[in-house]
């Protein structure tokens, strides 16, 4: 559905939010400035960002897609996802509110 939408790059969060969207920064060459870290009940904003097996999905589309992939998922009986924040150039950027992100998460034994 994302895809239908218009995503540009698409990865799971099943090793915490920091680990994978660095990851796709990465391999994107841009960086990001998140407004906005989603938490479960009861969660703190360092265990969304590290925990992992959250099994969502993060992306990224051009600006201004906003409705249509709302409209996509909600056709989908998906649940609308969310804005998080935003690609930036400078591929060295990892921001989230209050300062700079620690790109880490979960580390699977070798």
């Known amino acids: ?62 600006p ?3 409705p249509t992939v709302s409209q996509l998922f909600e056709a989908a009986a998906l649940p609308a996802p969310f804005l998080i924040g935003v690609c930036v150039p400078e591929s060295s950027r990892h921001v989230l509110p209050g300062g700079m992100l620690q790109v880490r998460g979960w580390e699977h034994a070798l």
């Open 1 to 62: 559905v994302a895809r239908r939408a218009g995503a540009t790059a698409m990865i799971d969060v099943s090793d915490g939010l920091a680990a994978d969207l660095g990851q796709l920064a990465v391999q994107s060459g841009v960086g990001f400035e998140l407004t906005k870290v989603p938490t479960a009940a009861g969660a703190t904003t360092q265990e969304a960002l590290a925990g992992g097996d959250d099994y969502v999905l993060v992306f990224t589309m051009p």
């Open 64 to 66: 201004g897609k906003g």
